[in-house]
């Protein structure tokens, strides 16, 4: 292993923490530089008294002369100022402090100080204000406001006041978030300042694995050497020393569990120096890598690696393709090289090679994403008369790591997930990354960026497609600047009427597919159901946030055939939709009040965080024309047929509004950012609701299907409930149709409360008579299932759901209303023996009464009023008894066995 020392001692008043001397001298000043951390801030306030001080903090990578900076203090609240006057030539050095101090202050605090001063006389509601020139950088309090301010737990007066870490740049307005409060004697929070900026500017822990044979070293001219010299080429020497780049800044010897993997826009520049012969030489970024005492261990989980091996050869990047031979090559003597390595996407580089005549960038795939290690290894190093050793970061030029949080694609290609990059010093916490595009660029992945998209004039963004018809998507925060193209692709993969939409201002004002063929929903026009679509060729193509349906599978469809379509323009980032309301011919509420609208953004749209008026329902639907059948989601249940709360751009889907008016009932309010990138296919959601899914499939054709929900949601009402309930819209092309039922109210998701015992009538459509369907019940609970006993009117029988399925020949039923009834047992019930609730119970569905009993203990029950008449009796034949009701009242229900009796106490309605 490689001897660890020690460079220096802990500089005082440095937030940096000068650790080994192998961390230092090969990676002297690695730390992540914001793009905020260009110029001094305030750091630390102190009053107590006689005891004030302030420091002012260098975030930069270079010191900085005070004489350009002035500090003015308004007093007591005054809009007026008097000027702190600061010692001329004072600097301030990287990442240091300066610390003023009263002068009538104690020997601890002065001891702290780098300039006394007689006017630092605040008590409490004084402010200050740091100028450069004439511009204002960084404030400390509301001036004309002359009350103490309240900070945390604390305020301005008899505190010491320290800026959190996150902090990274000065203000305009004075915000007391950025600071914590201690103690008005913890002075030691004085003399040195961590921030996001430098995070103890380490990003490689020390306890770096290595291997040798022969030996490393550390140059007097700066870096780390390698030799491997074989003495005439008599040997294989080999050395290899690999580091992990880290976030945990907290300790300098160790990356604990918060190694950091290296982000889109970091950029690794340093230098090699060095000649070489009969072995080889380089550079590895690894991904996990599983290390051992072996040399060609470093290559483990390799992702790219710049390679030189042989006399006269030039160097090679090894990557996910054909080796990129480079225009560097070595010699005999000794060649100095000045590399980066920049990383465009989650899978792509730019690696830069200059020699110091001549400069060239080349643009390679990584083999392994997630880069976590950077390794340098030296073998058989013999220059053919002379043993030779090769230097990293040598003279003085030490490598750096760093992410401006700016990045530029400028190469033509294909590049995949781009991100805003970990702030260092945090495992979790990102940066905004600024996104530039200055060549034609296709991504094949997710753009999701807290800051500004800018494409360039005459340069093209595409959303593409992957190899698998993988859609992309865009996430910005920020700002979206389009002075070229951005064009987002799209797949349709079946023939049929899909719902489409535009994720662009301009609606479908620039599409591959043929807009005129584009189909609107009319609801005021005369149709079945839910009003009827405007004819193609009249359809408001242009509008935002509006849904379509686009046939396709004919010429003068929307396309001729399955396939891929692209939509071109700008991309929205903030949408409103005002809704309305219309009632159409046909009865129930169920038809009325339908919009058919469309996800307007280029990233999924989480329903969840979405922003619903009171008179727009909660249920989303969309229409799935591979199947046949809608799709449908709440957030009470779940969804049925693969409906889900994530809208993936350009989808169109269906909303309803209640009742007829304006304003803002009707409106709902999107914005870009609230977006996800939610993969295209998600997983069904379990939520905290428990559920009972219920599907049918046809026996002879099992793509013929259809499911229904039943959610448990406390206090839920048994009918059409808007903001948890969805309605059941018919299936087609075959399927069957399964749903709930309530006085005329066919739901696809219904949310009743089942901590009670319910019977929930069950209908479902067929196309013929005939077919055999078979029906399941899948539960979805937090805790134990539930007893669920589905009735067959038509055939008179009980089949126990959570034992099997219930298999039957559709046809026969005459009769009004549903054939079937699910029984689903609750948790509440009141009765006598109530630790056998669960399995004996009574409830009641309109003028019904049922026994739910175990029929192998009982075998007769009786029914007797609350003062000892009895009404009813029969026997016990089935796990569920039914009866007529008598009149309302209080009964007592007795259940007798051979072994067992039970009475239940109970109240019909």
Known sequence: MIQLQYLQEHKKRSCMKFISLLTIIAFGSFGLHSQNCGDLFFSTYLEDGNNKALEIYNPSSASISLDNYSLRRYSNGSSSYSTVALTSGATIAANDVYVLAYSSSNATVQGYADQLTGSLTHNGNDWYALYKGSTLIDLFGVIGNSSVQTVGTGDTEDHILTRKTSVLTGVSTWNTSEW????????????????????????????AYSYTSAGAFFASSGGIGLWANTNGGGGNKEVFVSYELCTDESNSTTCGNTSRLMQP???????????????????????????????????????????????GNNWQIVHNGSNISTSFSTSSTEKTYDVSIELTSKTTAKVTINDGSSSASYYPTLSNSNVSHLTFYLKDDWNGSSNSNFYFGSDGNDMKFENSGSLTLSNTGTYDDISDPIVPGSSSSTKSLDLIIDADITIEGDINTSGNLTVNSSDNLTLGLDGS?????????????????????????????????????????????????????????????????????????????????????????????????TVTGTPNTSHDWTLSYVANSQSGSSDNGWNLIGNPYSATLDWNSVSVGSSVNGAVYVWD?????????????????????YIPPMQAFWVQTTSGGTGTAYDISTTMSSNTLTSQSPTFQKTQNDILKLSIVNLSDNTKNDETIIAHSVGSIDGFDGKLDAWKLDNYGGNPNIYSFYVGDRLAINAVDLSIPKVIPMGIDAPQSGIVYQLNL????????????????????????????????????????????????GTNNIGIDEEEAIDNFVYQLD????????????????LWTIDGRLVQEGLINSSITRFVKPQSGLYLVQLKGDTANKTIKTFLK
């Open 778 to 825: 899948e539960q979805i609970v937090t805790g134990n299932d539930y007893n669920v006993v589905l009735e067959d009117k038509h055939l008179n029988t009980f089949t126990d759901l959570t034992q099997g399925v219930y298999s039957y020949q559709h046809g026969g039923w005459s009769n009004n209303g549903p054939r079937f009834n699910l029984h689903v047992n």
């Open 265 to 311: 826009g970091d950029v690794l520049t340093f230098q090699m120096k060095g000649s070489q012969a009969y072995g080889e030489v380089g550079v590895i970024l690894n991904s996990s890598p599983s290390f051992s005492q072996s040399y060609s261990s470093k290559n483990s989980n390799a992702a790219l690696e710049l390679y030189l091996g042989g006399h």
């Open 847 to 862: 003028n019904e009464v049922f026994i739910h009993a175990d029929e192998s203990v009982y075998f007769t029950y009786q």
């Open 180 to 207: 914590d409060v201690h103690s008005e004697t913890s002075y030691s929070e004085f003399g040195s300042h961590t921030c996001g900026c430098h995070s103890d500017v380490r990003d490689f822990s020390t306890d």
């Open 469 to 565: 018809n993988n859609y992309s998507q865009l996430k910005v925060e920020g700002s979206i600047t389009n002075n070229g193209s951005i064009i987002h692709e799209q797949y349709i993969s079946s023939s049929g009427h899909h719902g489409i939409s535009s994720p662009m201002t301009a609606g479908f004002g620039t599409t591959s597919g043929t807009a005129s063929a584009l189909y609107e929903y009319d609801a005021v026009s005369s149709g079945v159901y839910v009003g009827s679509y405007v004819s193609n060729g009249t359809a408001t193509t242009s509008t935002v946030g509006r849904g379509f349906f686009a046939p396709v599978g004919s010429v003068g469809d929307f396309l001729s055939s399955a396939g891929s379509f």
């Open 625 to 645: 024309p591979s199947n046949d059948r809608y799709m449908s989601w709440t957030s009470a249940g779940g969804g049925v047929n693969g409906g889900s709360q």
